[in-house]
């Protein structure tokens, strides 16, 4: 299972949506990857966020560790917790997930292969 290239990301989360896109590239089972996506609460904010990941691929299931984030509201630098991934491809061109961060908040995601 090869998992680089450029995919879209869509995730309901218990306050709101992430839209945005992944860059992977693998080498074997360990997998890098880039999260850029905008997380938005309806009438309270939104956020931009770059987030690195690491991870290994067993099987199907792939498993992710943030490395690095950094998120900007309004143009202004902000905290931002980092996510563990949980992934499941299921298909050629699509892949379902969950996030959780440390404050135990949880989130669903789809992943689609851009063509």
């Known amino acids: ?28 089972d360990e997998v890098n990857g880039v999260f850029s996506f905008t997380e938005e609460v ?9 987030e690195k990941v690491k991870g290994t691929i067993t099987e199907s299931r792939l498993l992710l560790e943030s490395l690095e984030v ?3 509201q309004n143009g202004s630098p902000i905290s931002y917790l980092p996510n563990t991934f949980e992934i499941q491809r299921i298909s050629e061109n699509q892949m379902v997930g969950s996030t959780f961060d440390s404050e135990a908040v949880c989130g669903v995601f789809v992943l689609e292969l851009k063509s």
């Open 42 to 50: 309806e009438n309270n904010y939104r956020i931009e966020v770059t």
């Open 1 to 28: 299972m090869d998992i680089s290239g450029s995919w879209t990301y869509r995730e309901d989360f218990e306050y709101g949506q992430s839209t945005g896109q992944v860059e992977f590239t693998q080498n074997g």
């Open 70 to 72: 950094t998120a900007l």
